[in-house]
């Protein structure tokens, strides 16, 4: 079974503090993606990542920055936590190809920032 | 870009009956539609997709169609259990993209 592993549950941060997210996941998938979820307006892309080091603005990436160092690992970053940065967030990974989009998403972090 | 509309944003239902969640889409280049079902502290899981070669798909309980001259899919469940409560997302992508357009998603509420 694929598995992602988001390093936190839960995190509360401070305004302007540096916030690392760190994603894992164990199946060697090329993609990985970075979800922020919010209630009623679903799943957004923040970042996605086709390979190692490489990284793709996804559809709100203001704020936000990504790290790929290795294959397994994608992490985001905020450079300095918002309030209106508070919000569940979503790791996702998956293999390219027709016949293998299916995204497999870790737990979540949810995130407060005071 | 794709935009993917999903209704209803709550459904509330008693066990044992169907539900029916609708999703449209406005790019007709979009060939690949998955439903994911996001059970509570977990992350969203896929549960059916179906492909645009294909009008209907099965699975037990739940089935996915497809009118692509509409462009519109739904997500059928039928004898629905307390446990097909949760947050169904549908999505939306072209092949050579992988990168799915979700719907606002769906909370599903099934009454014991």
């Known amino acids: 079974d694929v598995k992602v592993t988001q390093s936190s549950r839960y995190l509360v941060k401070r305004t302007g503090e540096k916030v690392f997210l760190e994603c894992v996941q164990d199946m060697d998938h090329e993609n990985m993606f970075w979800y922020r979820q919010d209630p009623g307006l679903g799943l957004r892309l923040i970042y996605f990542?086709?390979?190692?080091?490489?990284?793709e603005k996804g559809d709100i990436p203001e704020g936000y920055s990504v790290s790929r160092e290795k294959k397994e690992r994608f992490s985001l970053i905020l450079e300095s936590a918002s309030t209106n940065q508070t919000s569940m967030y979503l790791c996702a990974s998956s293999l390219p190809g027709t016949g293998q989009e299916t995204q497999y998403f870790g737990p979540g972090t949810r995130l407060l920032v005071l | 870009g794709e935009n993917v509309e999903q209704h209803p944003s709550t459904l509330s239902v008693q066990e044992g009956d169907s539900a029916v969640i609708k999703c449209t889409y406005s790019d007709s280049a979009s060939n690949y539609f998955p439903w994911y079902k996001q059970e509570l502290g977990k992350g969203p899981q896929l549960i059916i997709d179906?492909?645009?070669?294909?009008g209907e798909k099965k699975d037990q309980r739940i089935a996915v169609t497809l009118n692509k001259t509409a462009k519109h899919f739904s997500l059928h469940i039928t004898e629905t259990q307390p446990e097909d409560s949760a947050v169904y997302f549908c999505?939306?992508?072209?092949?050579?993209?992988?990168?799915?357009?979700f719907g606002r998603g769906t909370s599903l509420i099934v009454h014991p």
């Open positions: 179906i492909r645009s070669n294909v």
């Open positions: 990542s086709y390979d190692v080091k490489m990284k």
């Open positions: 999505a939306a992508s072209t092949g050579g993209s992988y990168i799915p357009t």
